[in-house]
C-alpha cells in the first residue's frame, strides 16, 4: 500500500489528479487542508508521498523544510508556478521528488505515482 496525503486547501483544483491516484488498488489517498495537519500526518501516519500545494497557514517550501525535521522519510511533491530551471533553484537541497502545475491532471498523477514507485524501489 502507497499512503498519499494531498495538503491543499484547494480541493476544486484537485479532482482529476486525486480520481487518478485514487484509482490505483495500491494508493490509499488522504486529504488535509492546513500546514499544522500536514505536519500532523507526517509525525503520525508516515505517508511515503505528501502532494503539498499552497496552504493558509504556510508555504509549500517551508512546509517541506518543517516536514524534513518531523520525518525526513517523506516523499514530497510541491505544487509551483515556477518554471523547472526557477524551481530547481528555490528547492534545491530539500529532496522534493517533482514539482507540479496548478492544476494538476490524470498524466501529472501518473508521472509522479511512476517516480515514487522508482524511489521506493516498487517498479516491476
Known sequence: MLLIVLASARPEAW????????SDPEVQLKQVATGAEALEAGRTLAPHLMVIDYLPDTEPLSLVQKLLTVNAMVNTAV?????????????????????????????????????LRQVLGRTG
Open 15 to 22: 479532482p482529476a489528479f486525486a480520481a487518478a491516484l485514487s
Open 79 to 115: 505544487v509551483s508556478p515556477l518554471t523547472d530551471a526557477e524551481f530547481h533553484e528555490a528547492s534545491e537541497g530539500l529532496g522534493i521528488l517533482g514539482r507540479l502545475p496548478v492544476e494538476p491532471g490524470i498524466s501529472e498523477a501518473a508521472d509522479l505515482l511512476q517516480k
